[in-house]
């Protein structure tokens, strides 16, 4: 079992920064991919970024890139987003999430078994 504890949400005004941390605990056997996906209000889960636990490789969603960076320090097990120039369309609860996977790229768009207790952010206009 893997557990995932995010921080670091809040209220911002657009152009703002956050930076989400996730800590991750628990039996970890094998590649763990990493990820952070977020829900808007009255909509679903979209994938933003993660890491790919085999590679390091690392994936965007098109619409944070060049504003958000994913990164990882390995002796702390936490991960980073750091989120700039914040726009309105970022609000919603951020969830970090995990899976155990040995493919070369992470995934936006596929199943993760492990789920923290997701984080809210909301960006004011």
């Known amino acids: 079992q893997v557990q995932l504890v995010e921080s670091g949400g809040g209220l911002v005004q657009s152009g703002g920064s956050l930076r989400l941390s996730c800590t991750v605990s628990?039996?970890?056997?094998?590649?763990?991919?990493i990820g952070w996906f977020r829900q808007a209000p009255g909509r679903g889960r979209e994938g933003v970024s993660c890491?790919?636990?085999?590679?390091?490789?690392?994936n965007y969603k098109e619409s944070v890139k060049g504003r958000f960076t994913f990164s990882r320090d390995t002796a702390k097990n936490t991960v980073y987003l750091q989120m700039n120039d914040l726009k309105p369309e970022d609000t919603g609860v951020y969830y970090c999430?995990?899976?155990?996977?040995?493919?070369?790229?992470?995934?936006?768009?596929?199943?993760?078994?492990?789920w923290g207790q997701g984080t809210q952010v909301t960006v004011a206009s």
């Open positions: 628990g039996r970890i056997r094998g590649r763990l991919d």
């Open positions: 999430v995990a899976a155990f996977r040995e493919y070369s790229q992470c995934t936006l768009a596929g199943r993760y078994d492990y």
């Open positions: 890491v790919t636990g085999s590679t390091g490789w690392i």
